[in-house]
């Protein structure tokens, strides 16, 4: 039960954190970013393909530099660094800046999905981490329900 509440928990608001993040530029383009940054055409479109490229492709090799770093230090890393290149994109007055800040972002949070299982793992037997899976990855619709 300690675990549940200690690990599961601050587990899964991390991904909702991210569920939050790569789905917000939806409502940033409602609210204006769109005209801001000219995003005209097909640019909106490459932007979010950017992130989703950049994501799946550097999932396998966040898990290699988890075992290189372990996940005590990666982990905080990972947070850390998309939480401030989603701090830095606020701050984006180009269409090229965007597609930079999408791209880091993406590297960043490509390796949480990957790097928060293995770390579930650790500490569940595999009858008992089907449950907290459940859990940790329905906490992305739960997010962009209550956006």
Same mark, same amino acid.
């Given at each position: 039960m300690w675990i549940d509440t200690c690990i599961t928990a601050k587990v899964t608001l991390l991904y909702m954190c991210c569920a939050i993040d790569r789905a917000d530029i939806g409502n940033a383009k409602i609210k204006g970013?769109?005209?801001?940054?000219?995003? $005209?055409?097909?640019r909106y479109n490459t932007i979010l393909s950017i992130f989703f490229v950049v994501?799946?492709?550097?999932?396998?090799?966040?898990?290699v530099m988890l075992k290189h770093f372990g996940p005590r230090f990666y982990v905080a890393f990972l947070v850390f660094s998309f939480g401030l290149v989603s701090l830095c994109t606020a701050f984006v007055q180009l269409y090229a800046d965007l597609a930079v800040a999408r791209t880091v972002l993406g590297v960043f949070e490509?390796? $949480?999905?990957?790097v928060t299982a293995f770390f579930l793992s650790c500490f569940y037997k595999k009858s008992e981490l089907f449950v907290r899976m459940s859990i940790f990855l329905t906490s992305s619709s739960l997010a962009n329900s209550c956006r």
């Open positions: 970013m769109a005209t801001d940054l000219n995003l $005209v055409g097909y994501y799946l492709s550097v999932e396998v090799s966040c898990n490509g390796g $949480v999905m990957p």
